[in-house]
Protein backbone atom coordinates (compact mmCIF):
# COMPACT_ATOMS: atom_id res chain seq x y z
CA UNK A 1 0.00 0.00 0.00
CA UNK A 2 1.44 3.57 -0.89
CA UNK A 3 -0.04 6.85 -0.48
CA UNK A 4 1.24 9.77 -2.41
CA UNK A 5 1.09 13.20 -1.68
CA UNK A 6 1.74 15.00 -5.16
CA UNK A 7 2.09 18.89 -4.41
CA UNK A 8 -0.42 19.08 -2.29
CA UNK A 9 -1.96 22.70 -1.85
CA UNK A 10 -4.59 24.54 0.26
CA UNK A 11 -5.69 28.15 0.02
CA UNK A 12 -8.04 29.97 2.03
CA UNK A 13 -7.95 33.31 0.15
CA UNK A 14 -5.15 35.11 0.25
CA UNK A 15 -3.64 32.63 2.83
CA UNK A 16 -1.69 29.38 1.48
CA UNK A 17 -2.06 26.75 4.64
CA UNK A 18 -0.13 24.15 2.72
CA UNK A 19 2.25 24.57 0.11
CA UNK A 20 2.63 22.16 -2.64
CA UNK A 21 3.69 19.19 -0.21
CA UNK A 22 4.89 16.03 -1.91
CA UNK A 23 5.73 12.55 0.12
CA UNK A 24 5.44 9.27 -0.61
CA UNK A 25 4.06 7.15 2.39
CA UNK A 26 3.84 3.39 3.19
CA UNK A 27 3.27 1.26 6.26
CA UNK A 28 4.97 2.86 9.61
CA UNK A 29 4.68 5.69 11.36
CA UNK A 30 4.80 9.10 10.14
CA UNK A 31 5.50 12.02 12.70
CA UNK A 32 4.73 15.24 11.83
CA UNK A 33 5.95 18.05 13.98
CA UNK A 34 5.98 21.86 13.97
CA UNK A 35 4.48 24.65 15.56
CA UNK A 36 0.75 26.14 15.71
CA UNK A 37 -0.16 27.22 12.57
CA UNK A 38 2.04 25.41 10.78
CA UNK A 39 -0.51 23.45 8.14
CA UNK A 40 -0.86 19.57 10.30
CA UNK A 41 -3.91 19.97 11.17
CA UNK A 42 -4.66 21.34 7.73
CA UNK A 43 -3.22 18.37 5.85
CA UNK A 44 -4.56 15.85 8.09
CA UNK A 45 -7.97 17.17 7.19
CA UNK A 46 -6.99 16.46 3.78
CA UNK A 47 -5.44 13.15 3.60
CA UNK A 48 -9.02 12.34 5.62
CA UNK A 49 -10.57 14.36 2.41
CA UNK A 50 -12.49 16.95 5.56
CA UNK A 51 -11.21 20.04 3.57
CA UNK A 52 -11.09 20.21 0.16
CA UNK A 53 -7.76 19.98 -1.80
CA UNK A 54 -7.14 23.51 -3.78
CA UNK A 55 -4.42 21.98 -6.20
CA UNK A 56 -2.19 18.78 -6.38
CA UNK A 57 -3.89 15.27 -5.66
CA UNK A 58 -3.61 12.52 -3.14
CA UNK A 59 -3.37 8.91 -4.59
CA UNK A 60 -3.48 4.98 -2.83
CA UNK A 61 -1.87 2.78 -4.86
CA UNK A 62 -1.84 4.77 -7.81
CA UNK A 63 -5.99 5.82 -7.61
CA UNK A 64 -6.79 9.03 -6.81
CA UNK A 65 -8.83 9.04 -3.50
CA UNK A 66 -11.20 11.72 -4.36
CA UNK A 67 -12.41 9.40 -7.16
CA UNK A 68 -12.67 6.02 -4.90
CA UNK A 69 -14.94 7.84 -2.52
CA UNK A 70 -16.57 5.50 0.19
CA UNK A 71 -13.78 2.72 -0.63
CA UNK A 72 -11.58 5.28 0.66
CA UNK A 73 -13.16 6.16 3.70
CA UNK A 74 -13.37 2.39 5.02
CA UNK A 75 -9.68 2.21 5.09
CA UNK A 76 -9.17 5.21 7.01
CA UNK A 77 -9.20 5.90 10.84
CA UNK A 78 -8.99 9.85 12.20
CA UNK A 79 -9.09 11.00 15.66
CA UNK A 80 -9.02 15.22 15.47
CA UNK A 81 -7.40 16.98 17.94
CA UNK A 82 -11.14 18.70 19.06
CA UNK A 83 -13.06 15.50 18.70
CA UNK A 84 -16.71 15.64 20.00
CA UNK A 85 -18.15 12.98 22.36
CA UNK A 86 -21.75 12.38 23.39
CA UNK A 87 -21.07 13.21 27.24
CA UNK A 88 -24.62 11.25 27.98
CA UNK A 89 -23.57 8.00 26.37
CA UNK A 90 -21.70 5.45 28.16
CA UNK A 91 -18.26 4.45 26.49
CA UNK A 92 -19.73 1.37 25.26
CA UNK A 93 -22.92 3.27 23.78
CA UNK A 94 -20.52 5.70 22.26
CA UNK A 95 -18.37 3.01 20.50
CA UNK A 96 -21.62 1.54 19.36
CA UNK A 97 -22.62 5.03 17.64
CA UNK A 98 -19.91 5.17 16.15
CA UNK A 99 -19.57 1.73 14.83
CA UNK A 100 -23.23 2.47 13.22
CA UNK A 101 -21.98 5.81 11.50
CA UNK A 102 -18.94 3.52 10.03
CA UNK A 103 -21.56 1.14 9.06
CA UNK A 104 -20.60 -2.01 10.99
CA UNK A 105 -22.12 -5.45 11.53
CA UNK A 106 -23.59 -5.53 14.43
CA UNK A 107 -22.44 -8.57 16.19
CA UNK A 108 -18.79 -7.38 15.06
CA UNK A 109 -19.31 -4.48 16.26
CA UNK A 110 -20.02 -5.37 19.83
CA UNK A 111 -17.17 -7.81 19.60
CA UNK A 112 -15.02 -5.05 17.98
CA UNK A 113 -15.86 -2.17 21.17
CA UNK A 114 -15.51 -4.58 23.59
CA UNK A 115 -11.47 -5.55 22.46
CA UNK A 116 -10.71 -1.89 21.87
CA UNK A 117 -12.21 -0.66 24.59
CA UNK A 118 -10.24 -3.44 26.46
CA UNK A 119 -6.78 -2.31 24.41
CA UNK A 120 -7.08 1.31 25.46
CA UNK A 121 -7.24 0.38 29.26
CA UNK A 122 -11.59 1.10 29.31
CA UNK A 123 -12.71 -2.17 29.92
CA UNK A 124 -14.02 -1.48 33.15
CA UNK A 125 -15.00 1.77 32.06
CA UNK A 126 -17.59 0.95 29.32
CA UNK A 127 -20.91 1.31 31.35
CA UNK A 128 -19.46 5.07 32.84
CA UNK A 129 -21.03 7.90 31.42
CA UNK A 130 -18.65 9.78 29.21
CA UNK A 131 -18.95 12.91 31.21
CA UNK A 132 -17.60 11.59 34.20
CA UNK A 133 -14.50 10.31 32.07
CA UNK A 134 -11.05 12.66 32.75
CA UNK A 135 -8.91 14.31 29.83
CA UNK A 136 -7.11 11.01 29.16
CA UNK A 137 -9.74 8.75 29.51
CA UNK A 138 -11.75 10.41 26.89
CA UNK A 139 -8.47 10.77 25.19
CA UNK A 140 -8.23 6.89 25.18
CA UNK A 141 -11.75 6.84 24.04
CA UNK A 142 -11.06 8.58 20.90
CA UNK A 143 -8.30 6.10 20.09
CA UNK A 144 -10.25 3.34 20.54
CA UNK A 145 -13.12 4.85 17.86
CA UNK A 146 -10.74 5.62 15.57
CA UNK A 147 -9.61 1.95 15.52
CA UNK A 148 -13.33 0.82 15.29
CA UNK A 149 -13.13 -0.29 11.76
CA UNK A 150 -9.34 -1.77 11.38
CA UNK A 151 -8.15 1.08 9.22
CA UNK A 152 -5.47 0.83 6.56
CA UNK A 153 -4.41 4.79 7.23
CA UNK A 154 -4.68 5.93 10.81
CA UNK A 155 -4.44 10.07 11.24
CA UNK A 156 -3.94 10.93 14.74
CA UNK A 157 -4.12 14.72 15.83
CA UNK A 158 -2.36 14.95 18.83
CA UNK A 159 -3.16 11.58 20.13
CA UNK A 160 -1.02 11.42 23.70
CA UNK A 161 -2.66 15.31 24.62
CA UNK A 162 -4.06 14.91 28.19
CA UNK A 163 -2.33 11.36 28.69
CA UNK A 164 -0.32 11.16 31.64
CA UNK A 165 3.45 10.05 31.11
CA UNK A 166 3.08 6.37 32.00
CA UNK A 167 -0.03 6.45 29.44
CA UNK A 168 1.59 8.05 27.37
CA UNK A 169 4.31 5.40 26.81
CA UNK A 170 1.74 2.65 26.85
CA UNK A 171 0.19 4.52 23.70
CA UNK A 172 3.66 5.35 22.09
CA UNK A 173 4.01 1.10 22.06
CA UNK A 174 0.26 0.65 20.92
CA UNK A 175 1.02 3.53 17.82
CA UNK A 176 3.99 1.93 16.89
CA UNK A 177 2.48 -1.91 16.90
CA UNK A 178 -0.09 -0.06 14.44
CA UNK A 179 2.39 1.20 12.27
CA UNK A 180 3.76 -2.81 11.06
CA UNK A 181 0.47 -3.32 9.14
CA UNK A 182 -1.15 0.23 8.20
CA UNK A 183 0.05 4.15 7.43
CA UNK A 184 0.10 5.69 10.58
CA UNK A 185 0.55 9.32 10.68
CA UNK A 186 0.64 11.31 14.05
CA UNK A 187 1.16 15.14 14.56
CA UNK A 188 1.80 16.41 18.39
CA UNK A 189 3.58 18.60 20.01
CA UNK A 190 5.52 16.12 21.96
CA UNK A 191 8.89 15.64 20.71
CA UNK A 192 9.78 12.23 22.21
CA UNK A 193 6.05 10.82 21.25
CA UNK A 194 7.27 10.90 17.86
CA UNK A 195 10.85 10.75 18.46
CA UNK A 196 10.51 7.06 20.18
CA UNK A 197 8.31 6.06 17.66
CA UNK A 198 8.31 7.42 13.89
CA UNK A 199 9.78 5.96 11.29
CA UNK A 200 9.90 8.81 9.51
CA UNK A 201 9.70 12.87 10.34
CA UNK A 202 8.69 15.68 8.74
CA UNK A 203 9.31 19.41 10.26
CA UNK A 204 6.91 21.59 8.83
CA UNK A 205 6.72 25.45 8.80
CA UNK A 206 4.30 27.65 6.92
CA UNK A 207 3.01 25.18 5.07
CA UNK A 208 5.99 23.60 3.80
CA UNK A 209 8.43 20.29 4.51
CA UNK A 210 11.60 22.40 5.78
CA UNK A 211 13.50 18.94 6.91
CA UNK A 212 12.37 14.97 6.79
CA UNK A 213 13.78 11.46 6.88
CA UNK A 214 14.56 9.14 9.52
CA UNK A 215 16.20 10.51 12.98
CA UNK A 216 19.44 9.35 11.74
CA UNK A 217 18.88 11.30 8.85
CA UNK A 218 17.55 14.82 10.92
CA UNK A 219 20.54 14.26 13.22
CA UNK A 220 22.80 14.94 9.99
CA UNK A 221 20.91 17.67 8.60
CA UNK A 222 20.98 19.30 12.18
CA UNK A 223 24.81 18.86 12.20
CA UNK A 224 24.97 20.59 8.46
CA UNK A 225 22.68 23.48 9.49
CA UNK A 226 23.36 24.13 12.98
CA UNK A 227 26.81 22.88 13.06
CA UNK A 228 26.80 21.82 16.76
CA UNK A 229 30.42 20.28 18.35
CA UNK A 230 28.11 18.00 20.66
CA UNK A 231 26.97 15.53 18.01
CA UNK A 232 26.46 12.70 20.67
CA UNK A 233 23.83 15.09 22.86
CA UNK A 234 22.04 15.26 19.82
CA UNK A 235 18.06 14.80 19.65
CA UNK A 236 15.08 15.64 18.01
CA UNK A 237 14.25 18.19 20.30
CA UNK A 238 17.56 20.53 19.55
CA UNK A 239 16.51 20.28 15.83
CA UNK A 240 12.99 21.43 17.05
CA UNK A 241 13.99 24.09 18.93
CA UNK A 242 16.74 25.38 16.23
CA UNK A 243 13.66 26.04 13.60
CA UNK A 244 10.81 27.17 16.10
CA UNK A 245 12.13 28.46 19.16
CA UNK A 246 11.51 32.26 19.36
Same mark, same amino acid.
Given at each position: ?????????? *???????? @???? #???????? /???????? /???????????? #?????????? @???????????????????? *?????????? #???????? #????????????? *???????????????????????????????????????????????????????????????????????????????????????????????????? *???????????????????????????????????
Amino acid at each position: MELILDRVTK *QYKNKIAV @DRLS #ASLKEGVY /GLLGANGA /GKTTLMRMICGI #AQISSGEIRL @DGEDVGAMGGRYRDLLGYLP *QDFGYYHRFT #AMEFMLYI #ALLKGLNRSYAVR *QCKLLLQKVGLESEMRHKIRTFSGGMRQRLGIAQALLNDPKILILDEPTAGLDPKERVRFRDMIAELGRERIVILSTHIVSDVEEIADWIFLMRQGQFIA *QGTLEDLKAHYLEVAGDAEPEKFNLEKLYLFYFSE
